[in-house]
């Protein structure tokens, strides 16, 4: 999108194989007018504040069809964004709801700001890595995460660097559900705890619970687990349940 002090205004629905990008800092604005969009990359890059372009990208539907980068603030409104590529740099971004396709790497660009989704949305069968934090400002800020991966395709969250935590912000503004999961190195904040049914504690998660564990087969006697965080709580073997 090219033009100085330009505001790119849609008119009815945008379908491209190529890219959309709005770039060099703060000369460019939008307004989507809550038409969807579906183009192979959507690149919002440095822009800033003080011009008074407008910058909506509304309530529509955004397909991204390979990548989407994104560099400094905007807000999605209520749009539902769904990415079948990368995630790159989605700092400082405010998701309505995020649903991403295939496998990703959830980043974060050069200003460490924090990326907040009302509505995470991860698919089956793939593995998710969230930047770990190094800097107390990067924080991903989510009200209600929603993960169904299935026995056979399950989901993987984990950091992008093994050993070093991630950090959720659990805000809980709806009831979250997280099924068929396999989690590590993930911390989460707030009083609120990340619940995971039938999923799998990888080791070093904070403010986690994993319940409902599917049962271990030991010499064909059943023997149930469950697990807050890291810790054991509760084992049940041959009807006998332990409490530690």
């Known amino acids: 999108v090219c033009g100085h002090l330009t505001t790119f205004t849609l008119l009815n629905d945008f379908t491209s194989t190529k890219n959309l990008n709005f770039g060099n800092w703060e000369y460019y604005g939008y307004d989507f007018n809550d038409y969807n969009v579906t183009v192979n990359q959507l690149h919002l890059s440095g822009l800033g504040a003080g011009t008074g372009l407008t910058r909506k990208l509304g309530n529509g539907t955004h397909t991204l069809n390979s990548h989407f980068c994104y560099l400094h603030p905007a807000d999605f409104e209520g749009s539902t964004v769904i990415v079948d590529g990368k995630l790159y740099n989605c700092d400082n971004a405010n998701y309505n709801i995020l649903e991403l396709k295939n496998s990703n790497t959830i980043n974060m660009g050069t200003s460490y700001a924090p990326i907040t989704v009302k509505e ?26 929603t993960a169904i991966g299935t026995p056979d395709q399950p989901i993987t969250i984990g950091s992008t660097t093994a050993g070093q935590r991630h950090t959720i912000n659990y805000t809980g503004s709806e009831a979250s559900t997280v099924e068929y999961c396999n989690v590590s190195d993930s911390k989460v904040t707030q009083a609120r705890q990340l619940l995971a049914k039938n999923s799998v504690n990888g080791g070093n998660n904070q403010n986690w619970g994993f319940d409902t564990l599917p049962a271990l087969t030991l010499n064909k006697k059943q023997v149930d687990k469950m697990y807050v965080g890291d810790k054991l709580v509760t084992a049940i073997y041959k009807g006998t349940a332990k409490i530690y």
């Open 120 to 145: 995470l949305r991860l698919t089956a069968g793939k593995t998710y890595t969230l930047k770990s934090t190094v800097d107390p400002r990067q924080v991903f800020y989510i009200g209600k995460l």
